[in-house]
């Protein structure tokens, strides 16, 4: 009984931590783009966070990758997860779409991740867990409903998010093939330094890389460096590790949901009636996927 407590405790409280964190980005976002162009802030935040990866790392003297080929997967993996996800949804959203809208087309990331779960990974998707994914997208419609606006030239920005989609679905599919095992903290450091590279070259072709540096610009970057880059995925690689990549790309139904409540505290937002019924459908539709297979299910498998 004290492991299946303990393993309940896990499936519940790692996701809710994480889709917390993760959901405050989306704010930590608003608040440093108006200071410094998507590609200049990503490579700052990647760069502090590979200083503060590597202090943990040495402190803690944590095992480094061995082989040449573990370093290649892990940095393959975070140029799609980190650097590739990231620099879609900050370009999008600097040029002028709408979180809203950021979120929707980012939701879509579970469906595909099962899709290739089950090519790649082997990873069987029972009809009750595609149930739960078509609800959980759903539920993330009606929670942004209120907030979709679009414009015809905002096609630029829609392609950029739709690359976002691509980064942090491939990204999350390559994680869990290749480097699930890898160690958090020096892993999670190679990621952000190949990711803050990836961006650097990125801002010297693409901006100026003029930052004005005021106290919410400092805020924003430390938030977005240690609190999402290290406490939202640590958590995240330790839910891959541990559990099916499907069950774990349908938690990003729930970051809309969290990017809604930090902006309903933070900024006074609105939640009205389609947002709330929208948050219980998601929470059907990710209970629907996350509950674990039947016996049967198990055996064929």
């Not at 964190?21 to 410094?36: D, E, W």
Request: contains cysteine; glycine residues 8%.
């Amino acid at each position: 009984m004290t492991h299946e407590k303990k393993s309940a405790r896990w499936h519940v409280l790692m996701p809710l931590i994480f889709v917390t964190l993760y959901g405050s980005g989306f704010v930590g976002a608003k608040l440093g783009l108006p200071y410094a162009a998507p590609c200049t802030f990503l490579a700052l935040r990647f760069f502090c966070t590979t200083l503060v990866l590597l202090s943990i790392t040495l402190l803690l003297k944590s095992p480094w990758p061995r082989h040449l080929t573990e370093i290649l997967h892990i940095m393959v993996a975070g140029l799609l997860m980190l650097g590739l996800f990231s620099v879609g949804v900050f370009v999008a959203i600097n040029l002028g779409i709408s979180p809203a809208i950021s979120a929707l087309i980012i939701a879509l990331q579970p469906i595909l991740v099962a899709l290739g779960a089950r090519s790649m990974l082997g990873e069987k998707i029972v009809f009750r867990q595609w149930c739960g994914f078509v609800l959980g997208l759903l539920g993330v419609l009606l929670v942004v409903s209120h907030q979709l606006t679009f414009s015809h030239g905002h096609l630029l920005g829609l392609t950029m998010c739709f690359l976002g989609l691509f980064g942090l679905t491939a990204g999350n599919l390559y994680q869990k093939r290749f480097c699930s095992h890898m160690n958090i903290f020096s892993g999670g450091m190679i990621q952000s330094f190949i990711a803050g590279i990836a961006m650097l070259a990125a801002a010297l072709l693409f901006e100026s890389m003029q930052i004005t540096w005021t106290a919410q610009f400092v805020f924003a970057l430390a938030w977005m460096s240690l609190v999402v880059s290290i406490g939202a995925l640590s958590v995240l690689y330790l839910l891959i590790r541990h559990g099916e990549a499907a069950q774990v790309a349908s938690i990003f139904y729930l970051v809309p949901v969290s990017t809604t409540i930090i902006a309903f505290v933070v900024y006074g937002a609105t939640i009205d009636l389609f947002a709330s019924i929208g948050m219980l459908v998601t929470a059907v539709g990710i209970i629907l996927v996350q509950q674990r297979k039947s016996s049967s299910s198990k055996i064929i498998r």
